[in-house]
């Protein structure tokens, strides 16, 4: 064997464990970021009209939506799944760059005549938050200029495949002497709990009825919080809760960090360069 061969041997043998070393550190790094977690921030939404005199701070058109979407996408953020997000944190797939989870709290009907098909146009998927009470209601009086979807509407939303469906209570969503989960001052810890739980089950009973599935989510309403409806909510089987804090998420493959998720609501007043602002937190 003459030399020259022995030393293209050598050189091959070197360019071969060069190229496993790279592709050892390469996996490593991606397992590393992995355990560091995926920064996911959450965008809230509320009701979309058509009239710019109509907003507020829970109301955008849907031109201010389309923008966002428009300008998430050049900016190279992602639209995910929360059934995504769930598999990954429970370390069972993955998550692109950059991504970003969009939700419309309440179920208003105007996601289904003005928002759903811009979804669709754009592909890009979104989570709604539904009101248990009000899309019973909207299904048992079906009045075409009702306020909320129904659960008719709702299903036909989640048959696409681009809309996923959580809860937003069943009948916490009303401003009387309880707002959302917030404790009575004179509420034992087992009365608390025993309405929570009827609020979970009724909610689930249905949705059940309609046939319309809700994935393992719960978001707060009116962002209120309180500590013992964590517990109470994960003991009912919830894997995902969701505040009305602003801060962006870090997503790792642990369980435990779906719970108490914070989200942007974006306000009809706000800037699509608003909106951006807040989404480089994430970068």
């Known amino acids: 064997m003459n030399n020259g061969f022995k030393g293209m041997l050598l050189y091959g043998f070197i360019l071969l464990v060069v190229v496993a070393v790279l592709v050892v550190v390469s996996v490593c790094t991606q397992d590393a970021a ?60 993955k998550l692109p760059q950059n991504p970003v989870l969009i939700v419309f709290d309440d179920g208003y009907r105007s996601f289904y005549t003005r928002v759903f098909p811009l979804l669709q146009a754009k592909d890009v998927p979104a989570v709604v938050s539904v009101i248990g009470r009000q899309a019973q209601a909207a299904q048992a009086y079906a009045e075409d200029t009702g306020e909320f979807m129904s659960w008719d509407m709702l299903r036909e939303v989640a048959a696409s495949g681009l809309v996923e469906l959580q ?106 360069e608003d909106v951006l602002l807040f989404m480089e937190r994430a970068m």
């Open 34 to 93: 992995a355990e560091e977690g995926v920064y996911l921030p959450v965008l809230m939404y509320h009701d979309v009209c058509d009239n710019p005199a109509f907003v507020d701070d829970y109301t955008v058109t849907l031109e201010q939506l389309a923008a966002d979407i428009d300008a998430l996408l050049a900016r190279g953020f992602t639209p995910v799944t929360l059934t995504a997000v769930m598999q990954y944190a429970q370390a069972q797939g």
């Open 167 to 272: 809860s937003h209570s069943s009948g916490l969503h009303v401003y009387k002497c309880r707002p959302g989960v917030t404790r009575l001052s004179c509420e034992s810890d087992a009365a608390y709990t025993q309405m929570l739980v009827e609020d979970v089950q009724h909610m689930h009973a249905l949705a059940q009825t309609a046939q319309v599935t809700l994935l393992p989510a719960f978001a707060y309403p009116y962002g209120r919080l309180e500590p013992l409806a964590e517990q109470v909510l994960r003991a009912q089987g919830v894997q995902v809760t969701m505040t009305s804090e602003e801060h962006v998420n870090v997503i790792t493959r642990s369980p435990e960090s779906l719970y108490l998720l914070g989200r942007l609501n974006r306000s009809g007043k706000m800037s699509t």
